[in-house]
């Protein structure tokens, strides 16, 4: 495994500093983490970049690829409500086939689960992230900002079709299936599968009972049964849910241009909120309300000591972890690639729910730093 340059302690030191005053309690976290639980949270192009380790007989794990998920099950396997904590220590993920990237580096970070008002917490979490990365010394430092919760928020202001919008809103991590939305006469999209299966069409009309029963009654015919796999009445379900999704048909020109302009806006965030919300459609009391949102988060961070003239809010940004559901962001340098931020972070608050927690109510925020990129002496 490929390991990073270490950097000199002072540096380290002056990295860590701000860390140090935002009240979190130390912490560590298993280095193995359960493989299935990861593979589902990780996003597509995480899958890949675990290291995947056997033991002799027990569940399959993989070295953890961040903190997040490693401190979140550590937190909520507790009992407590809410709690914050600092975290300092390697993380393991493959390099991209090519890339000298390190495998084994470290990350020091917070995560907080709390329920208090989360904008005031995502600026901290920014404003801390900014100024951990500053220390290291670099004069190159810029922002990225995004958010995925603004992008479901956008659809729903169109007020398309509920299985439609539920349709783009999965595409918006997979930048295929959003082209083949976008690109609407493509005939390899989803969309146009969906739109093929005749059976699904024939039994859209029924009531689930007769769905499955036709079914059944197909199965007798042809002298099979399906052994082991899912059952008629589910079968059913699914060839009606098919058929309805088929159904709600596809974007129009219009809607398709203003989905594209959407994902095109990227500027000084407050211009960025100004397009977004001259894009909405008819329905945008939710947009709205995150519009709002966003510009007292941008004031909390100004206030906290992030210069807002380096920052860019991007509505398309998106990050390899499947478990983001709101703000998000990546501190980048000019001298490295944008592919190597050198702190990320954002909200999560899904993540708990996705544990199987349903008794605790938090919010979920955090961010890593990464040393040895934030460092000006060095380069990872
Ligand atoms: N774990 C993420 C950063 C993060 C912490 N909390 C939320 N996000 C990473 O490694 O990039």
């Known amino acids: 495994m490929r390991l990073e340059r270490s950097i000199p302690a002072e540096a380290l030191d002056a990295i860590r500093a701000p860390l140090l005053a935002a009240g979190a309690a130390p912490t560590d976290a298993p280095v193995l983490q359960p493989l299935g639980l990861l593979l589902d949270l990780a996003g597509e192009a995480m899958r890949s970049r675990l290291f995947v380790v056997s033991g002799d007989g027990g569940e399959e794990a993989a070295l953890r690829p961040d903190f997040t998920v490693a401190v979140a099950r550590q937190h909520f396997s507790g009992g407590a409500a809410s709690g914050r904590y600092r975290y300092e220590g390697k993380a393991f993920r493959v390099a991209p086939r090519g890339s000298d990237r390190a ?117 007798s015919l042809a002298g099979i049964e399906p052994v082991g796999g899912r059952r008629p009445a589910e079968i059913a ?109 954002g909200r999560y608050d899904g993540l708990p729910g996705r544990l199987g927690v349903s008794t605790i109510n938090t919010g979920a925020v955090g961010f890593m730093v990464r040393p040895a990129r934030a460092y000006a002496g060095g380069g990872e």
């Open 237 to 345: 379900r699914r060839l009606v849910e098919k058929a309805e999704t088929a159904k709600a048909g596809r974007l129009d020109a219009d809607q398709a241009a203003k989905v594209r302009a959407f994902l095109a806006v990227s500027d000084r965030p407050e211009a960025a909120l100004d397009a977004i919300a001259s894009l909405a459609g008819p329905n945008d009391a939710a947009l709205k309300a995150a519009v709002a949102g966003w510009r007292a988060r941008l004031s909390g961070m100004a206030a906290q000591g992030v210069p807002l003239e380096r920052a860019t809010l991007a509505a398309a940004f998106g990050r390899a972890f499947g478990y983001y559901d709101g703000y998000l962001f990546e501190v980048r340098s000019a001298a490295l690639s944008d592919e190597r931020p050198i702190a990320a972070g």
């Open 103 to 219: 495998e084994e580096f470290l990350q020091i970070g917070i995560e907080a689960f709390e329920a208090g008002d989360p904008v005031a917490a995502d600026a901290e979490m920014a404003a801390l992230a900014w100024a951990a990365s500053a220390a290291g010394g670099r004069g190159d430092l810029s922002l990225v900002l995004g958010d995925v919760s603004l992008f479901a928020a956008f659809v729903d202001s169109l007020d398309l079709a509920a299985p439609l919008a539920a349709r783009l809103k999965r595409a918006f991590a997979k930048p295929r299936q959003l082209k083949a939305e976008l690109d609407g006469s493509s005939e390899r999209g989803l969309a146009a599968d969906e739109e093929k299966s005749r059976i699904a069409a024939l039994l859209a009309g029924l009531p689930e009972a007769e769905a499955s029963a036709v079914l059944q009654e197909l199965w």
